[in-house]
Nanobody, 123 residues
């Protein structure tokens, strides 16, 4: 059974930083694309960042360079480093993995999801 588990969420003040981690079990994703999405209350789940099997990276435009995605295939993990956090970043963040090499930006592009981790940014 494939399972993705996020960690690292929490509460910070505006301008602060957080790092999220996601570990996968039950399947190796070294040749697949991985991504982070987020969902704020009352809003749809939106793409944040993705990394392909070849380490090509794509970010949502609203990030303005504040987030960094990376992966460690040996550990079957991927990460999201976030700096200069804003109250608008408050959301549940989800890691996702798809069976395929190419990054997708829609939730339907992904086959596996974590349970989500809350990130709260106060002003």
């Amino acid at each position: 059974q494939v399972q993705l588990v996020e960690s690292g969420g929490g509460s910070v003040q505006a301008g602060g930083s957080l790092g999220l981690s996601c570990v996968a079990s039950g399947r190796t994703f070294a040749t697949d694309a991985m991504a982070w999405f987020r969902q704020a209350p009352g809003k749809e789940r939106e793409f944040v960042a993705g990394i392909s099997a070849l380490n090509e990276i794509y970010y949502a435009e609203f990030l303005r360079g504040r987030f960094t995605i990376s992966r460690d295939n040996a550990k079957n993990m991927w990460y999201l480093q976030m700096i200069s956090l804003e109250p608008e970043d408050t959301a549940v963040f989800y890691c996702a993995a798809r069976i395929g090499r190419i990054i997708g930006t829609k939730p339907s592009d992904y086959d596996y999801w974590g349970q989500g981790t809350q990130v709260t940014v106060s002003s």
